[in-house]
């Protein structure tokens, strides 16, 4: 359920996100579906698919030197940061060789890790951070901090609500690596151009709230992948 809004971060209580937050004060049904098919999906799957994790995560070991669950700090609902489970998809210690934007061509991919992420097969372990309440199988893609710090006011509206592994910005903007390939500065790319535009279909879909629609954007993730 929401908070109250004087118990919101100072940084939300404002008025471009005040008609997002009554909005989903009207969705309390939608809301508690959405909770309870989080905590059941995400249990019975990581029940189901342990046997292809323990190997991926073999193969990840395998494949290159490092760990095979990459953790980074991540941000999701009210602003609250949380470590983000992923396999490692990128040489040991990546993120302290370059952007945190990944784009295409990056060097940093292993030959593993770039079949992974076309499958979205590195994002499984995320089934722990939905069945733990810091993500949700649809929503705002976590963002790390210093990109959370570059949001308008109306951007912190995806707040609300927690962190999603999918929704429909990560569907139309799957191929997100190919758009910044050759940008010079990768991070001014994505904070000035990028983000913006994937926000407006995730502020879109925070008005238009609601279980059933979010259901579809599940079967729309799957149809997406296998496409």
Known sequence: ??????????????????????????????????????VVLSALLLIILAPVMVALAVAVRMDSPGPALFRQVRVTQYGRQFRIFKFRTMVNHADKMGTQVTASGDARITPLGKKMRGYRLDELPQLINIFLGDMSFVGTRPEVVKYVREYTDEMTATLLLPAGV??????????????????????????????PEKMEYNLRNLRE???????????????????
């Open 1 to 38: 359920m929401l908070r109250k809004w004087e118990d919101l971060p100072k940084r939300m209580q404002n008025d471009a996100v005040r008609p997002y937050y009554e909005q989903l004060q009207k969705k309390r049904l939608s809301l508690c579906l959405k909770r309870l098919m989080d």
């Open 209 to 227: 709230f609601g279980f059933l629609r979010e259901l579809k954007t599940m079967v729309d993730t799957v149809i997406a992948v296998f496409r």
């Open 166 to 195: 999918t929704s429909e910005a990560s569907i139309r903007y799957k191929d997100e690596e190919k758009l910044l390939m050759d940008v010079e500065d990768v991070d001014d790319a994505y904070i000035h151009m990028v983000l």
